[in-house]
């Protein structure tokens, strides 16, 4: 395509089919995405309007040959045109040669260069319809009826050559893109027994397992099933830092191996994995025009015909007919439908490298207009797992001592709270026994008997039924850490013949066993736990109210003290806790009827009605969670919190630059359709300006390319 006009060309002539529910068509990209009904059209009649239209759909081998062809084409259209211009000029400088020898070398320029813009023109005449290369066309051949031939080639070469810089400025804007193909190797090696073998990575099926060593990209998605190894995600995730991963990890493809070998059994191959996925969001993201967008397009169809009459009528006013054809060429609506798209491009190009996933112009173009965010809590501002944050030691125990008596008692559970203190006794690398006996008290903990030890952890509640007494102060103590949303265990044991079965247990600290140690059933610590914020929730809600967010508010499902713990140690006044799915939907639709643009923030299959609903729907850590990427207008890959107030003011930052292609466009234009009028400026001028307005657009949408961390 050589403009906008020919995408909203291929846009009408998709619509007019019957079962094409929707169609998009980017001059930018070069691609077009067709919503249709399969039981009323098949996808050959659709790629039969490319064809017809002299396109090719570049899905075949054949195809993607033929583009390449077309590609080479136009670039050495533009050289020969080039050439014997310059060739035409030189000979009437230098030599006596008459002027029928110069003038024919100069139509034979427009009749190379000109070809394929009045064959565009005349089939959209045909069709009574009016576009851009019409324009073009009527000017060059009244500018070959006055006999002005060099300056119709020249005009020609001018915006040919236009069109040709301002193709290889946008291929910028898809190499977010591009480099993704990249990422997968060629071959992988497939474990077979005790065999290693060298297997295209097409050929991998989900469960086989394959061998990646140091250095070597990852092409499926997977589970680490051996070994240990430094994972760099950066090109999927947006992490800086290299993760590490071991035996029941999953990876993902497009990262590398950076230290270690692994042997992953796949989970999804080819086309369902991690980095296939992104790529296709990306390039139907791209591809998806924004609402600004659309009402450019309908104003350019306008835009044409009032230029024909202008024109026309600047020839009544003057008598000028080169005048009436320098406004037909300086009018071209070009920068101004390139104002949208390519920014909207380059701002989802720039936010994919980042591991922020932006589905399509409108979301982008939302996300820049919103005032108000709503966070879920577990999962979003928190990790969404608990773990030890505090141990209070009791009657001179250790804490390695309370973690041991804890993590034994815990072996065999799974509950989450026990996943964490094993966590704790890992970290610590403590010895954990299998306990002898194992009874959970539901909602009150859990007790043990380990070589006739009786271990206690749990609640108020389970100590009360054990006739274990808790002193005033662990009292307190469990009530100040209860006010800051942390769930505390408390930790008893004892034994009736204390001293000689501590004593006797090589399982169990005996380094400070004194008489108290083990005493009837007395407490011997408490352990807190939480689930902990994300090290950046604070500096985000910050970054959110700095940036005139009005609205920032707290809805979960968990409880109210626990949620507004967290609110406060965040800054959030607004809290809203102990919400089902449809609450949280109900609480957004209501802030959206107030004419608030609302984003909501979550990260899991609970959330996703809210996603849905909210004006924009940012999914939190989403690598492999389709519900939440599906539901959400933002996937944030690399689970930064951060990134939220980011792509906001990427939002923002887009819709400036949008507004500034839009108005620079129109008073560009509107200018120099006045000096033309008044014979201030040539044809070939004309064309100059008409090209470097397209350039300085596509320029300073390519300014959103280098979004770094803030703007």
């Given at each position: 395509?050589?403009?906008q ?40 009649a659709i ?13 075949t ?15 050495a ?5 080039g ?26 320029a427009?009749?190379?260069?000109g070809?394929?813009i ?6 959209a ?8 290369d ?43 893109i591009?480099?993704?193909?990249s ?18 990575s ?30 760099d995600?950066s ?8 993760v590490?991963?071991?035996s ?17 059994k ?8 991690t ?60 920068a ?10 380059a ?12 589905k399509?112009?409108g ?73 002898d ?16 030890m ?29 006010r800051?949303g942390?769930t ?64 920032i ?8 003290r626990?949620a ?7 800054g959030?006044?607004?809290?809203a806790a102990?919400?089902?799915?449809e ?11 107030q ?76 200018v120099m ?9 040539s ?17 300073n ?11």
């Amino acid at each position: 395509m050589t403009c906008q006009d020919c995408a909203n060309k291929i846009e009408k002539e998709l619509a007019s089919l019957n079962g094409i529910e929707e169609a998009s068509v980017s001059f930018v990209t070069a691609q077009a995405i067709v919503k249709y009904n399969p039981e009323a059209i098949e996808v050959t009649a659709i790629k039969k309007v490319f064809t017809s239209l002299g396109y090719a759909v570049t899905e075949t081998r054949g195809s993607v040959t033929d583009a390449f062809e077309y590609k080479y084409k136009e670039t050495a259209r533009v050289f020969s045109v080039g050439i014997l211009l310059l060739s035409s000029w030189l000979i009437h400088l230098l030599t006596g040669i008459p002027p029928v020898i110069t003038d024919s070398m100069a139509l034979a320029a427009i009749m190379i260069g000109g070809y394929p813009i009045a064959s565009k023109a005349i089939k959209a005449l045909i069709k009574r319809e009016l576009n851009v290369d019409a324009l073009v066309a009527i000017a060059a051949s009244a500018a070959i009826a006055i006999g002005d031939y060099t300056e119709a080639g020249l005009v020609i070469f001018i915006l040919l050559l236009g069109e040709f810089l301002e193709s290889v400025t946008l291929a910028r804007t898809t190499r977010a893109i591009k480099g993704l193909a990249s990422l997968i190797p060629d071959t992988v090696k497939l474990k077979r027994g005790d065999l290693e073998v060298d297997v295209p990575s097409s050929e991998i099926k989900v469960g086989d397992v394959v061998v990646v060593r140091s250095g070597e990209h990852i092409a499926i998605d997977g589970v680490i099933v051996k070994g240990d190894a430094t994972i760099d995600q950066s090109l999927i995730t947006g992490e800086s830092i290299p993760v590490e991963r071991s035996s029941g990890d999953d990876v993902y493809s497009g990262t590398i191996n950076k230290v270690g070998a692994v042997e992953i059994k796949a989970t999804k191959v080819g086309r369902d994995t991690t980095v296939a996925r992104i790529e296709r969001m990306i390039t139907e993201a791209q591809g998806r025009k924004a609402p600004v967008e659309r009402t450019v397009d309908r104003f350019a169809k306008y835009f044409v015909p009032a230029i024909l009459i202008l024109s026309a009528i600047v020839f009544l006013a003057t008598g000028d007919v080169r005048r009436a054809i320098t406004v037909l060429i300086v009018a071209c609506p070009c920068a101004l439908v390139l104002g949208t798209p390519t920014a909207v491009v380059a701002a989802i190009g720039a936010a994919a490298r980042r591991g922020i996933l932006i589905k399509g112009g409108g979301a982008l173009e939302a996300v820049g207009r919103v005032n108000g965010v709503i966070f879920d809590k577990t999962g979003t501002l928190t990790y969404g797992a608990p773990k030890v944050v505090a141990i209070k030691e009791v009657c001179g125990h250790k804490e390695e001592d309370i973690v041991q008596l804890a993590a034994v008692a815990e072996k065999f559970s799974e509950h989450p709270l026990a996943g964490a203190i094993l966590d704790k006794a890992g970290e610590w690398e403590l010895i954990i026994a299998a306990p002898d006996d194992f009874k959970v008290k539901k909602g009150q903990g859990i007790e043990v008997k380990h070589n006739g030890m009786h271990i206690v952890v749990g609640n108020r509640s389970l100590l009360r039924d054990n006739n274990i007494a808790l002193s005033a102060a662990a009292d307190e103590y469990m009530k100040d850490r209860e006010r800051l949303g942390e769930t505390a265990l408390i930790v008893a044991h004892g034994t009736d013949k204390c001293n000689d079965i501590c004593a006797s247990d090589t399982h169990m600290p005996d380094a400070h066993i004194k008489d108290n140690f083990c005493c009837s059933k007395e407490v011997c610590g408490v352990i807190s736990l939480s689930d902990t914020l994300r090290e950046s929730s604070a500096e985000a809600i910050q970054s959110l109210r700095s940036g005139r967010i009005a609205i920032i508010a707290l809805y979960t499902g968990d409880n109210l003290r626990t949620a507004s713990a967290i609110a406060r140690r965040l800054g959030i006044e607004e809290v809203a806790a102990g919400l089902l799915p449809e609450d949280k939907v109900n609480k957004i639709k209501a802030l959206m009827e107030q004419g608030n643009t609302i984003a909501m923030v979550g990260d899991g299959i609970n959330d996703a009605p809210a996603l849905a609903t909210a004006d924009i729907g940012i999914a939190m850590g989403v690598v492999g969670s389709d519900i939440a990427v599906q539901a959400a207008n933002i996937a944030i890959l690399n689970d930064d919190i951060l990134s939220v107030p980011k792509v906001i003011n990427l939002g923002r930052k887009a819709l400036s630059v949008i507004r500034q292609n839009l108005f620079f466009a129109l008073v560009f234009n509107t200018v120099m359709i006045a000096l033309a009028s008044q014979g201030f400026i040539s044809m070939i001028a004309a064309a100059v300006f008409h090209q470097t307005s397209s350039l300085m657009v596509i320029l300073n949408s390519m300014r959103l390319l280098r979004w770094k961390r803030r703007f």
